[in-house]
């Protein structure tokens, strides 16, 4: 059964840091992993979606990676911000079947100080 | 803009009184799905649907329902809601499924069932 997980729970890091969110998982056979932010209020926004052939995904101050074989992730953001503060979830689809399932994390909450 | 979106975002009822949380979707995509969040377990599959008409249980089905009669509209039902189904609801889109597969949901419906 896959299982995903997120560490830290909770980090708290001053303006300007750049950071990393680790992400592991139990089982190297997924379709892709995605990391999300969750807002209060505000639901679920995709940040990266990464595809089991590929190594790393970038979208402007974020850099994903992935290594499939050691069954880790993680989510490195440059240069942070106080707007970057919510909670960072990663999901993986497991390889197989049309479920369409993501498999989620606990989430990471960050909060970026002033 | 391309979205899904819920309603409503929040919801206070009582045990036993049928209520539908509605979801729609203006990208044409052929997956849909609904997910719960609670403290501790993540978020979790509660129904998929495929396309029109084709719909199937997820992990934590019980004492939900849905339908699919158009592809941009996937409700949820809760005929007879208990208090253990408070959470946080999400409805999650997307256009395939493996490797390509991205994810979009929705802003989230809270509901509390007294």
């Known amino acids: 059964k896959q299982e995903v997980t997120q560490i830290p729970a909770a980090l708290s890091v001053p303006e300007g840091e750049n950071l990393v969110l680790n992400c592991s998982f139990t089982?190297?056979?997924?379709?892709?992993l995605q990391w999300f932010r969750q807002d209060p209020g505000k639901g679920l926004t995709s940040l990266l979606l990464i595809q089991s052939s590929q190594r790393e995904q970038t979208s402007g101050r974020l850099n994903a990676s992935l290594d499939k074989s050691s069954g880790r992730s993680t989510l490195y953001i440059a240069a942070s911000q106080p707007g970057d503060s919510a909670t960072y979830l990663c999901a993986v689809m497991n390889y197989g079947g049309a479920t369409n399932k993501l498999i989620f994390g606990t989430g990471t909450l960050l909060a970026v100080q002033p | 803009e391309a979205q899904v979106t819920q309603n409503p975002r929040y919801l206070i009822t009582v045990t036993g009184k049928k209520l539908t949380v509605t979801c729609s979707q203006n990208m044409n995509h052929e997956y849909m799905s609904w997910y719960r969040q609670d403290p501790g377990l993540g978020l979790r599959q509660i129904y998929y649907?495929?396309?029109?008409?084709?719909?199937d249980k997820g992990d934590v089905p019980e004492g939900y329902k849905v339908s699919r009669k158009e592809k941009r509209n996937f409700p949820l039902i809760l005929e007879s809601p208990s208090p253990n189904q408070t959470s946080l609801y999400f409805c999650?889109?997307?256009?395939?499924?493996?490797?390509?597969?991205?994810?979009?949901f929705g802003p989230g419906t809270r509901l509390t069932v007294l």
């Open positions: 999650a889109s997307s256009r395939w499924t493996g490797e390509y597969n991205e994810q979009f």
């Open positions: 649907s495929m396309n029109v008409e084709v719909t």
């Open positions: 089982d190297s056979a997924i379709y892709n």
